[in-house]
């Protein structure tokens, strides 16, 4: 495998753990009403971001990735979002890995919003 090829195959495995870790995380939120609501709205995104990459992946041109690679930015910057409102509303008991999770969420944001902004480039270019 190239290097490109063999990044792929990480970035889906790595939004794929960051889905089920989000997953797991919710499980140990504080309960008030207002968790279900919460926890069902990042468990969404948080796990749409891993989908939307394997299907940008799979992308039949540089115009479809680019569409699906932009639900992927939007999932990403959701979850993020919802990860603000956790600690924000003190729901997590885990800074730790509430922290850890945040980090990583930036960090695939980044990664994924760089590709979408390549991509656009290259577009219109």
């Excluded at 495998?1 to 939120?29: A, H, Q, Y």
């Excluded at 409102?85 to 999770?101: G, P, W």
């Excluded at 695939?108 to 991509?119: A, C, E, G, Q």
Aim: glycine share 2%; net charge neutral; proline share 1%.
């Amino acid at each position: 495998m190239n290097p490109k090829d063999i990044f792929v195959e990480e970035m889906k495995k790595r939004t794929k753990k960051f889905g089920v870790d989000v997953i797991l995380f919710c499980d140990s939120l504080k309960q008030s009403k207002a968790t279900s609501v919460v926890t069902y709205q990042l468990i969404k995104s948080a796990t749409s971001t891993g989908a939307n990459y394997r299907a940008a992946c799979r992308g039949r041109s540089q115009a479809e990735f680019f569409s699906k690679i932009s639900i992927v930015v939007e999932e990403a910057d959701e979850s993020l979002f919802w990860l603000e409102v956790i600690n924000d509303s003190k729901l997590s008991e885990d800074q730790t890995e509430l922290e850890r999770l945040t980090n990583e969420c930036t960090e695939i944001l980044k990664i994924v919003t760089k590709s979408k902004d390549t991509t656009y480039r290259n577009i219109n270019h």
